[in-house]
């Protein structure tokens, strides 16, 4: 019997691995399976990971501690300045995400990603801008005492922020939308360690850009680094230009797919009575397809039933 017993859940675990992996698909042979998706031939998908490493790269550069030590360092030297403008960029963020996310259901995607990439490229102009008036307040101080550079800065990273809340949400929805339910697993992690290993390039980048100009941290030198990394940032929210929604795989990348059937209200029926006399609860939707299911099998043994009693009859 114990033999018997061991084979019995060596049988069971095979099946159960058999599952895994058929419901798994390629994801399941490892790296060769990897390679054989079906969602890197997708244009969205492909576009995604372009933009994910590319955008993850250019905030390495520029948005941690480059731009909080070229904050400190415009006059009046405040670090409540350093606090406030950023704070104003994930405000300007956040305000924007829900209302953009709704338009793009609504309309179109593709669209409001667009728009998004023109609210980028007009906060990489005005970056722009603001370092070039930056250069200079270096060279004639007693035109500014800083704080039209620190408005134009804040300007800026608003509109930096006006493009992260508007793309962040139909990025995503693109990307997923384009991606089996089978495979979304796989490639979503590969995105991820995408974003994690471009954004952890980007100090490194800008470190070996330092040690280049001079490695002083002064404002000439943080100036030089930003200039370098919000320009790059001009080649991610290009490709913002290339998603299109017919690309995306309807309900192929649904989840749950909702099959048609009745009106569960047209098939609720009033309370019935026990044999016992106490009323039974209303039947659920799934009670109810189970029900229909049974019903034309309940409804031919009823009429076998009045065939053997006529036989019987006669």
């Given amino acids: 019997q114990g033999r018997l017993e061991a084979q019995r859940r060596a049988r069971g675990s095979l099946a159960r691995q058999r599952g895994l992996a058929a419901a798994m698909g390629p994801a399941a042979e490892g790296p060769r399976g990897l390679r054989r998706?079906?969602?890197?031939?997708?244009?969205?998908v492909q576009l995604s990971l372009v933009f994910t490493a590319g955008y993850a790269l250019a905030n390495g550069l520029w948005a941690n501690a480059v731009l909080t030590g070229y904050l400190d360092r415009i006059p009046p030297h405040k670090n409540t300045f350093v606090g406030l403008a950023e704070g104003l960029q994930g405000s300007m963020q956040a305000l924007v995400a829900l209302p953009s996310g709704a338009v793009a259901d609504r309309t179109s995607r593709q669209r409001v990603l667009r728009a998004a990439a023109v609210l980028g490229a007009v906060g990489v102009a005005l970056m722009f801008a603001t370092l070039?008036?930056?250069?200079?307040?270096d060279h004639h101080p007693e035109r500014d005492t800083g704080y039209n550079e620190f408005v134009l800065m804040c300007v800026a990273l608003s509109f930096m922020g006006f493009f992260d809340g508007v793309s962040s949400g139909p990025l995503e929805a693109v990307f997923h939308d384009s991606v089996s339910v089978r495979e979304r697993p796989m490639v979503t992690t590969a995105k991820f360690v995408t974003r994690v290993f471009f954004r952890?390039?980007?100090?490194l980048i800008s470190a070996v850009l330092f040690y280049i100009v001079g490695d002083t941290w002064d404002r000439s030198d943080l100036r030089e680094v930003l200039f370098i990394g919000v320009g790059f940032s001009l080649?991610?929210?290009?490709?913002?230009?290339?998603?299109r929604d017919s690309r995306t795989l309807g309900a192929e990348s649904e989840a749950?797919?909702?099959?048609?059937?009745?009106?569960?209200?047209?098939?609720?029926?009033?309370?019935s009575a026990t044999p016992g006399g106490e009323p039974t609860a209303p039947?659920?939707?799934?009670?109810?397809?189970?029900?229909a299911r049974v019903?034309?099998?309940?409804?031919?043994?009823s009429a076998d039933d009045d065939d053997d009693d006529d036989d019987d009859d006669d």
Wanted: net charge positive.
């Fill in 37 to 44: 998706l079906k969602a890197w031939r997708n244009r969205n």
């Fill in 132 to 137: 070039g008036y930056g250069i200079s307040i």
């Fill in 200 to 203: 952890a390039c980007g100090p």
């Fill in 235 to 243: 080649l991610p929210m290009a490709v913002c230009f290339f998603f």
């Fill in 256 to 271: 749950v797919v909702l099959l048609a059937s009745p009106d569960p209200m047209q098939l609720a029926p009033t309370a």
């Fill in 283 to 291: 039947l659920g939707p799934s009670q109810h397809q189970q029900t």
């Fill in 295 to 301: 019903a034309p099998s309940t409804s031919t043994s």
